[in-house]
């Protein structure tokens, strides 16, 4: 159990480190037999490499990389054994995953004028109600006063949902009929906000798939309706990325930066399979910090993400 | 980012370029190329891997080596395997028992409920089926709400029982209800759960056995990494489903997924997901997709959607026109019309061969046409009718007339110029080996 104490910042219950210990023991075994009694760095052994990282969700662009970096490093065909190999790769890896904005320590908010308002956007399905559900447990439990607005007025029952996680964990909705503009949500729940001398807004938005202008388009208009309550709104735009989300969810992340300015990101279900190698590839590709992930479907199946440490704990170190 | 295929290729060939005794060992470097293209789609590796080592034997054995140009034999090659690989002609759905059952199962959020109700109004509608809605997913918050207001907003019963917890139950029930009121068709909506959740899959095992529904559908999301492998084939262990409806194709995904979930569990794709209205369901395309994981456009689908629209009146009309080179303005902006009938315009154009790649950066509004209407407006008939007179002194009178300036009616001239050029193409070509040449003409 030692290396989640490094994994992630929070101690967890031991079922929900379960699902983590299959990435990284997937990741780690899937390296450690590509390059398994093997003396020399050969095309056999960075193709093995090539295969471990990409089969992890590593993502084509950063494997590439980290086998570019590695041949770079090690002249073809010298001998070298295992563990030097290792350390090698450990180190490429966790360079790619360093970030200038850093990984939150605790779920403690920073000092804003008013209540810190922080938006959350991403495709369908991946988990962006869900991830509002656990964030507003978290931030409850830390003595924060949360409301939730349910500015998703597009899929059928979109608000009941959030209305049933506001339910759970004590925190109010404020939410207008199915069908209304999710910017007069947003402002609703803004203006809700700041006359209860709340802390945290978290405001739920529709999935929408990046390539549709003016669904991103109604997004820039939730943000810019938003700052005539609270100026300096969204302090925060986490884009949420399904784990199991293949080359997409870069493409994904580009165009709800270019829609949204995203400060973060959250990536959920990694309670799944093998798929936690997908953060690295979105560590190392896009200059926004990993932040929170998904572990299930409770209400205390959310973690604070550290990528240091998850690269350490990748390599056993 | 996403280098196409052809691209790969085309870069992996020049490197060999004139050296003749291309060997063995000079193919290796376009077979890993295609391979990376191949995983840069989501393809699983070890399905790339296998893929690309066909590839290679067909390659080999047929001298693609000695072609005049050896990375669109290469292409050919791999289109070919891959269109062969997705598998034949699209398959319906098989519901002859009664009532047929259907059961929806997958990951979580990956448009089971959304596509049980557009299954739903499918067979309602083009089957003249009458379904019956069941609300299995138990766990999720408001998943029961969800599928009851899209039942209501299409006028379909929704079977569900407040308070019960045990989804196999509800399912039992929703059939005796079905028989008992007349229901030929049971659609059965189930909560998402992870492949590796034992409790929840030995759960819709049991709710498989205690229905046995005739059409059992793993429902997937198309943007799907390395992981489909792994998926796919767990759910595929439980059910041994029938097919496979892959959804949110709308987005800009290339779906390799489906060339993995293919090869691993060797079912039908059935149907796909195209947007979040219940009228974006489709029958799959086993060519088309190949297509598009390929990163080669889609005609096909752009041509046949073409024609779902066109009345056939004034198809055969414009048909003509194009012959005589009488194809004008005027004409033109009625096509526009129909094409905004059709949907979203980044849909259509990444559709078309070559597009893909080039508008990929771009945005284009659904409204994309409204500078196009202008500057035609800004014509005169005579001028619409005949664009080749449109000089110097014609064009600044339409640009200052539409608010745009020379540069685009200059733009618009020389698009319309060549669109009348591939139209004519097209037309001589016929059906879909015309097409095929002029897809090998564009790239
Ligand atoms: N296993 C697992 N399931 C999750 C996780 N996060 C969300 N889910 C599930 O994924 C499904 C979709 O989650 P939602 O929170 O509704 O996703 P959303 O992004 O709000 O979806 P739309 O608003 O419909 O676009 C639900 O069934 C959730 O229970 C996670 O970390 N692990
Ligand atoms: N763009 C798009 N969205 C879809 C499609 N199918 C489902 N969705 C959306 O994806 C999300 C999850 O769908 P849902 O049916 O609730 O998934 P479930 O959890 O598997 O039942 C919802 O926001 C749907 O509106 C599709 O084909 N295209
Ligand atoms: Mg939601
Ligand atoms: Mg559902």
């Not at chain 1, 980290?66 to 030097?84: G, H, W």
């Not at chain 2, 293919?262 to 190949?290: C, H, Q, W």
């Not at chain 2, 000089?391 to 539409?402: C, F, L, Q």
Request: charged share 25%; hydrophobic share 40%; with cysteine.
């Amino acid at each position: 159990m030692s290396f989640f104490s490094k994994f992630f910042t929070k101690d967890k219950k031991e079922t929900l480190d379960q699902g983590l210990e299959k990435t990284r023991s997937s990741v780690f075994e899937k390296i450690t037999r590509a390059v398994a009694g093997r003396s020399t760095v050969d095309e056999e052994v960075l193709d093995d490499i090539e295969e471990a990282l990409i089969t992890s969700d590593v993502g084509l662009d950063t494997t590439v990389k980290i086998i570019e970096a590695l041949e770079e490093r090690v002249a073809r065909n010298k001998v070298m054994n295992q563990d030097e190999l290792m350390q090698m790769l450990y180190e490429i890896i966790s360079g790619l995953m360093q970030h200038e904005r850093g990984a939150w320590e605790d779920f403690e908010l920073p000092k804003t004028e008013g209540p810190y308002v922080l938006m959350v956007v991403g495709v369908n399905g991946v988990g962006k109600t869900t991830t509002i559900g656990k964030l507003a447990h978290q931030f409850k439990n830390k003595g924060y006063n949360v409301v939730l607005g349910a500015a998703d007025t597009f899929r059928a029952a979109a608000i009941e949902q959030l209305g049933v996680w506001g339910e759970r964990t004590g925190v109010p909705v404020v939410k207008q009929e199915m069908g209304s503009d999710p910017a007069s949500v947003a402002y609703d729940t803004l203006q809700h906000a700041v006359s209860k001398g709340a802390d945290l807004c978290i405001i739920d938005t529709a999935g929408r798939l990046h390539n549709k202008k003016n669904l991103m388009t109604e997004l820039s208009k939730v943000r810019r309706v938003m700052q005539k309550v609270v100026p300096d709104a969204p302090h925060e735009v986490l884009l949420v990325l399904d784990g199991s989300t293949g080359q997409n969810a870069l493409l994904q992340a580009k165009a709800f930066s270019e829609a949204t300015q995203i400060t973060s990101l959250a990536v959920t279900k990694l309670d799944g399979t093998a798929k936690g190698g997908v953060v690295i590839g979105i560590s190392d590709q896009l200059n926004v910090p990993v932040k929170f992930i998904g572990v299930g479907e409770g209400m205390e199946d959310l973690q604070l993400f550290n990528p240091e440490a998850f690269a350490s704990s990748l390599f056993n170190k | 980012m996403f280098e196409s295929l052809s691209d790969r290729l085309e870069g992996a060939f020049d490197v060999l370029k004139g050296n003749h005794k291309i060997t063995e060992l000079n193919i290796a470097d376009s077979v890993k190329q295609i391979r990376r293209a191949l995983v840069e789609a989501d393809v699983s590796f070890k399905i790339a891997k296998d893929f690309t080592n066909t590839v290679k034997a067909k390659a080999l054995g047929q001298g693609v080596i000695s072609a005049v140009k050896p990375g669109q034999a290469m292409v050919k090659i791999v289109r070919d395997e891959m269109a062969e690989l997705m598998g034949g002609q699209a398959e319906g759905l098989n519901l002859t028992s009664s009532p047929a059952i259907l059961l929806m199962a997958g990951l979580q959020g990956s448009g089971k409920t959304t596509h049980s109700a557009k299954l739903a109004n499918y067979l309602l509608h083009k089957k003249a089926r009458k379904p019956l809605l069941v609300a299995c997913d138990v766990y999720r918050p408001a998943a029961i709400n969800q599928l009851q207001v899209l039942g209501e907003q299409l006028g379909i019963e929704v079977y569900a029982e407040v308070g019960n917890q045990d989804p196999v139950s509800i399912a039992v029930n929703a059939v005796k209800h079905a028989k008992s009121n007349g229901y030929n068709t049971v659609i059965v909506d189930t909560a998402g759960r992870l492949a590796v959740d034992e409790a929840m899959m030995d759960e819709i095992g049991r709710l498989h056995k205690a229905v046995a529904p005739q059409e059992t559908l793993f429902v997937v999301d198309a943007m799907t990494g390395q992981d489909a492998v792994n998926t796919a084939k767990a759910f595929n262990d439980v059910l041994d489903f029938e097919g496979v409806i892959l959804t949110k194709l709308d987005g800009d995904t290339r779906g390799g997924a489906a060339l993995t979930i293919k090869s691993v569990v060797n079912k039908p794709i059935k149907f796909i997901g195209t947007g979040e209205k219940m009228e974006a369901l489709d029958v799959f395309y086993p060519d088309r997709m190949a297509d598009r994981i390929l990163g080669m456009g889609d005609v096909v689908s752009l041509v046949e959607k073409a024609q779902e629209q066109f009345d056939e009146e004034s198809a055969r009309k414009m048909s003509k026109k194009i012959s005589q080179d009488a194809f004008g303005f005027d004409d033109f902006m009625e096509q526009i019309q129909q094409i905004k009938k059709m949907g979203n315009m980044k849909d259509l154009m990444g559709m078309i061969p070559g597009m893909g790649k080039a508008l990929k950066d771009v945005d284009i509004d659904d409204d994309a046409f409204k500078h196009i209407e202008a500057m035609i407006n800004s014509m005169t008939p005579s001028e619409r009718q005949q664009p080749d007179t449109i000089n110097g002194s014609r064009r600044k009178r339409i640009a200052s007339g539409s608010g745009r300036t020379v540069q685009d009616v200059n733009n618009l001239l020389k698009q319309f110029t060549d669109m009348r050029k591939v139209m004519k193409m097209m037309q001589s070509g016929g059906g879909k080996r015309g097409m095929m040449n002029m897809m090998r003409g564009m790239r």
